[in-house]
């Protein structure tokens, strides 16, 4: 899908970020969630289409720990926060997952 004011596609931060809107389907979300080069991106349509699920799997998996670090705030999973505490490469996601699991009354 092409947007005239920005590309989810792009590697651009900035482009990228423009061509995430709130008009876009779940499907369009979903679209840019899984296929999105740029992490900025994919963060806003995880954040937009709030899924417990797909949170998880991507506060656990995503390549950059700046969607990792986002969407380990709104994880509610202590199992997931737990994991991602003991287990991801990234310090800050760590830190996050302890704070998080903290809130939850779950540390």
Same mark, same amino acid.
């Given at each position: ?30 679209? #840019?969630?899984?296929?999105? *080069?740029?992490?900025?991106? *994919?963060?806003?349509?995880? #954040? ?11 506060? +656990? ?8 670090? *986002? ?22 996601? *760590?830190?996050?997952?302890? +704070? ?8």
């Amino acid at each position: 899908m092409y947007r005239p004011d920005g590309n989810w596609r792009s590697l651009d931060p900035e482009t990228a970020m423009r061509g995430v809107t709130q008009d876009m389907s779940r499907a369009e979300l979903l679209e #840019v969630a899984y296929g999105a *080069r740029c992490g900025a991106a *994919r963060r806003i349509a995880l #954040v937009w289409l709030d899924d417990a699920e797909l949170t998880c799997t991507f506060a +656990k998996e995503d390549p950059d720990p700046m969607v990792r670090r *986002r969407l380990t705030r709104s994880v509610r999973d202590t199992v997931t926060l737990e994991y991602i505490a003991e287990n991801d490469a990234d310090a800050s996601v *760590r830190e996050t997952a302890e +704070k998080r699991l903290a809130e939850l009354g779950g540390a």
